[in-house]
């Protein structure tokens, strides 16, 4: 196979779309651009690609050993190619959905959400710090299945780039069939608004139907305006801070723990406490439904419900 990565290929697109988008904030939606919030953005971009230059050639490397002792091969048909595709979305759901649901992941992911606007240049704020999570753990079954680890790094290479689009205002609703079956602007919006019937919700990359077969999609109320960024917002453009401050928090949890609590920091919910002094994004929610019945029509106080709570 051809030394191919597609995002790379994607990136003169991405400028252009930014441009683009940037071009209509300016002339319809002023705030939705903050310059300090674009430049975090894109250094959080620079560093990820960085990142993955240092630490992917080991992963890839551990997954051409792994497929050495593969239950079928393949091969490259078209139909490989398919059903790679697919089952690597799959994959990326489950990844997503553990990345918010187990501290140890979210300490990585927390770094996608941490901006208050949503943009295309959001799309840009990728972990630095994966490579300490082991997500990579979850391709394993695709390399043992048979697929060969460069058609899963293409495969996902293309997810990533269907990915980019979605994180826009400028796009209200694609056409019904279309919001039936994939993911969308409406869709990922919902993902990373901290609105409490909104929190964990919509894990998917590609096709928004894993939500749907898993119990975890939640569909965009058009009267109800989106409140961005963390249950606890960061507070500041600090590059450092917003790349590291979650695996700080871990650090500072864990050493003030009793030592039958400390794991339970790592592996559990972000949120979570012993001793219940702060929230989870389940308990948020019960909270906000015990109070409203999830009715579709917001309640006038609804979002202070996330922004007073401390869960991350």
């Given at each position: 196979?051809?030394d ?49 230059l ?26 490989a ?55 990579f ?14 058609m ?8 990533l ?31 990373h ?80 406490t ?18 409203t ?7 006038a ?12």
């Amino acid at each position: 196979m051809p030394d191919f990565s597609p995002t790379e290929y994607a990136v003169p697109g991405f400028v252009a779309l930014v441009l683009i988008e940037m071009i209509w904030a300016w002339r319809t939606r002023p705030d939705a651009y903050e310059p300090r919030d674009t430049l975090t953005s894109l250094a959080f971009g620079l560093g990820s690609t960085v990142a993955g230059l240092l630490f992917g050639g080991l992963f890839f490397a551990l997954y051409l050993w792994l497929w050495e002792f593969r239950l079928f091969d393949m091969g490259w048909a078209w139909w490989a190619w398919i059903a790679c595709f697919v089952l690597d979305d799959l994959k990326y759901y489950w990844v997503h959905r553990t990345g918010h649901r187990v501290r140890w992941f979210w300490a990585s992911h927390v770094n996608h959400h941490s901006s208050q606007h949503y943009n295309l240049s959001t799309a840009l704020r990728q972990t630095w710090t994966g490579f300490l999570t082991l997500g990579f753990a979850f391709a394993l079954p695709l390399v043992l299945l048979g697929f060969h680890p460069a058609m899963i790094a293409i495969c996902g290479g293309f997810n990533l780039i269907y990915q980019f689009w979605i994180h826009t205002e400028a796009i209200d609703r694609m056409p019904r069939w279309f919001e039936a079956v994939m993911n969308t602007p409406s869709h990922h919006r919902v993902h990373h608004a901290t609105n409490p019937r909104y929190l964990d919700r919509n894990y998917a990359g590609v096709f928004i139907v894993w939500d749907k077969m898993f119990g975890t999609f939640e569909p965009e109320v058009a009267n109800e305006k989106i409140r961005y960024g963390i249950v606890k917002q960061l507070g500041s453009f600090n590059l450092l801070w917003a790349v590291f401050h979650e695996w700080i928090g871990i650090a500072q949890d864990m050493l003030r723990a009793p030592w039958k609590h400390k794991l339970s920091y790592l592996l559990r919910e972000p949120g979570w406490t012993h001793d219940g002094s702060r929230e989870t994004s389940d308990q948020i929610r019960a909270r906000w439904l015990e109070r409203t019945g999830g009715a579709d029509k917001p309640v006038a106080s609804e979002n202070s419900i996330a922004g007073e709570a401390e869960a991350a």
